[in-house]
């Protein structure tokens, strides 16, 4: 469609229907389609691709030793309008930033020097699909995101997959698999971003809706896609921001997979997701001097974590929010006491998390729970929070975080997709 289209569309029943089954609610997605459309001629051939964030809800640190792990698209999204270009160069605008990003896609081997940066995720991104024999190309467009930086809801991951959802449709027909821009995306992260990571993320960002996500064959993820609104049990999911930063933490993050690996490597296995309870806890008196004690601990986190990750799906399953909310307190003192990854031992003066999770229980109490959000050592932590309890709630976070700390979110049950009327 042209730009003089879309625009003509924008306040059409047709799409208000499609905007109210995606989002939910408007979302702004007007003053925001008009922003994405301003860098066109009104005869330009723009698509819209939209690429929800995520949030994890169970399997904290357990997608990287093939685990299991709990996960819901958000509905906050990076929202793309991009055009074709025959000459193999990315040129692109986002929000928030002054000047537009510009590559040549005739290189697509890693730059040392872009490790950290939106062209290491284009060039990566592009890197994937050449390797994998997908067709690739060019485009020109603008970008507009609504998922905070920092917050825990996977911004970087809804870029990659975003980027990878751009090259399935403008050159190959829309036809690259979910699990495989996926895939694509930690390719990104990993070896041009240069940031260690699982495939939670860009799996969650990229199949929507709430996942079970199983990584036991971690190049083959099984998944199973639930339907589930926590407001329709009186519940409010959000995510408050710490303010805490994520500079200098990837070693904490690097080092939660790498104990674990020792315990299973020490234990003849190759990741913890084989080892037992019980051949754990009678190894454990060799595991001190090999491994460590906290190396231990991890493992046996990620143990019990997988667990839960089965009966917290059950729970959604059955619509049992009491059952749900029980074990994801579990799951948060779990991350607190056993994975250890609610503040850096580097910085313990900054301990917001601990201090967002004690805050929250003495505002709410009961019939509420609270965790760690995502890789943890600083940033964010999830709450589920009832909707007569949630302004209270609110209330008490924001004296101490500030204005606009505490995220409500809502479960998107599209996943990263080409928008058309």
């Known amino acids: 469609m042209t730009k003089k289209t879309w625009l003509a569309a924008v306040n059409s029943p047709a799409w208000n229907s499609r905007i109210q089954a995606i989002y939910g609610d408007s979302s702004g997605i007007d003053k925001r389609m008009h922003y994405l ?52 160069k990315v040129i692109l605008e986002s929000a928030g930033y002054r000047k537009s990003f ?39 467009g603008r970008i507009h995101s609504r998922i905070p930086a920092g917050s825990g809801l996977s911004s970087s991951a809804a870029i990659e997959v975003l980027l990878g959802t751009i090259l399935s449709g403008l050159y190959n027909e829309n036809a690259v698999p979910a699990v495989e821009i996926a895939k694509i995306g930690k390719y990104a992260e990993n070896r041009y971003f240069n940031k260690p990571c699982g495939l939670m993320d860009q799996t969650a960002c990229a199949v929507g809706g709430i996942s079970s996500i199983d990584f036991s064959d971690p190049d083959n993820p099984r998944v199973d896609k639930m339907d589930f609104s926590f407001n329709d049990h009186n519940y409010i999911l959000c995510v408050v921001d710490t303010g805490g930063s994520h500079a200098d933490l990837t070693e904490d993050y690097a080092a939660c997979p790498r104990e674990m690996f020792s315990v299973a ?59 749900y909310i029980s074990i994801m307190n579990a799951s948060g003192d779990s991350s607190w006491k056993l994975l250890q990854n609610c503040y850096s031992c580097g910085n313990p003066s900054e301990q917001g ?26 940033g964010t932590i999830q709450a589920l929070v009832s909707k007569e309890d949630f302004m209270p709630f609110s209330n008490r976070m924001e004296r101490v975080f500030g204005k606009g700390s505490v995220i409500p979110i809502r479960v998107r049950s599209q996943g990263s997709i080409e928008l058309v009327l």
Do not use: W
């Open 353 to 378: 998390i601990p201090l967002a999770v004690e805050l929250a229980r003495l505002a709410v109490g009961n019939n509420a729970a609270f965790r760690v959000h995502g890789g943890g050592f600083a």
């Open 102 to 140: 510009k590559l040549d896609l005739s290189d697509l081997e890693p730059i040392p020097q872009e490790a950290g940066s939106f062209a290491s995720l284009i060039r990566g991104v592009t890197a994937g699909f050449s390797s994998r024999g997908y067709t690739f190309g060019g485009f020109k």
């Open 265 to 323: 490597g020490a234990l003849s296995r190759e990741s913890a997701s084989e080892i037992e309870t019980e051949e754990l806890l009678s190894a454990i008196p060799s595991l001190r001097s090999s491994c460590g004690d906290r190396a231990i601990l991890r493992t046996l986190h990620f143990i019990t974590e997988n667990q839960r990750v089965i009966e917290m799906a059950r729970a959604i399953r059955k619509g049992d929010i009491s059952s």
């Open 37 to 88: 459309m301003e860098c066109f001629d009104n005869d330009a051939d723009v698509r819209i691709f939209s690429t929800p964030g995520r949030t994890e809800l169970a399997g904290n640190h357990t997608d990287h030793n093939r685990g299991r792990v709990l996960a819901g698209s958000v509905h906050l999204d990076a929202l793309a309008a991009v055009t074709p270009r025959s000459d193999n």
